[in-house]
């Protein structure tokens, strides 16, 4: 090599070392990856189970109750908080479950098949709410499912041949294996449907049928325009949760062994709403904590109530707790509880 081209390819190098090197950019955090709702759902399951061998006999009939309201709880936090139907008739829907079940194992004495009687019945009246409620928005919705909510209970105790009036329906049910404690076998049977609900939800959710209930909530005029059926999406979610809540009502006939009108009040269906608001609308995890609220609260309540020696203090402080409770929380988080560990999270890094 030449003194020139030896100088050339210095010059070459030193220009090509010089170069500004062009912005990339802000640097963007990393996506979090998705548990996927298959490998929470087994996990679930293994606490449940291990919980069950640990609690004490009163502890897992509350765990089993959880289980059942859990269902009910998920399917209607679809409803209202992804498609923004409000529904204030869901413990009718749990009534017409737990009777279907009822009437049906009294008859054929085969669990399974009144399960499967109980799910048909209840997706069928859930079709036929969900097709009027299509056409009805806000407060008319609500009004519509209230008086579903008063128009169910009146039934079972006009049809008094069928349905036993007040009194209600005993349901004739085999006894478990005999090593199983029955509240440990009732804990299981709970959580086992509320479990394969939930994951069916949560898939539901991950895929088209949640975009779908999403875009509708959001913007009526905009789905419609992408395409989206307003009308068959909101039936179809209204059928969806109308199922959960009829496998809630059959669940709560099977716990109870006993069907009455008095199990399903409307105070129910407020309960259920207030619950879901206060886990938080459209998370499956915040449906979680409204059923476990839906069984603490009572009781805690009852407890002040006895402790009191008033009957009348009894009855309305369960509404009252509850009223309180939601208050203070959206307050505090406006999300719900389940909010609240992605709020917490947020202001450390901010902190930080």
Known sequence: MTGRTAAKHEAETAGTAQAPVPDAGPVLPKRRRRVHPVIVIAAGAVLVVALTYMLPPFRNYQLATVGAYFCVTAGLTVLTGLNGQLSLGHGALMATGAYTLALTQNRWENLPLSFAMAVLVTTVVGAVIGLAAARLRGPYLAGLTLAVAIVVPSVTSTFDET???????SVFLNPPPEQYPIE???AWLCWGAALVVVLLLALLVRGRFGRDLRAVRDDETAAKLAGINIARTQVLAFVVSAVCAGVSGALFAYLAQSVSP?????????????AIVIG????LFGALWGALLLVVLPALSQSVGEQTGSQRLEGNLALIVFGVVLVVVMLAAPGGLASIP???SRLIRRNR
């Open 342 to 344: 992605s709020r917490m």
């Open 280 to 283: 938080g609308l459209g998370s």
């Open 262 to 274: 008095g199990a399903f009040p409307l105070t129910l269906s407020l309960f259920l709403v207030m």
């Open 163 to 169: 349905f036993n009036s007040d009194q209600g329906l």
């Open 184 to 186: 440990q076998w009732q």
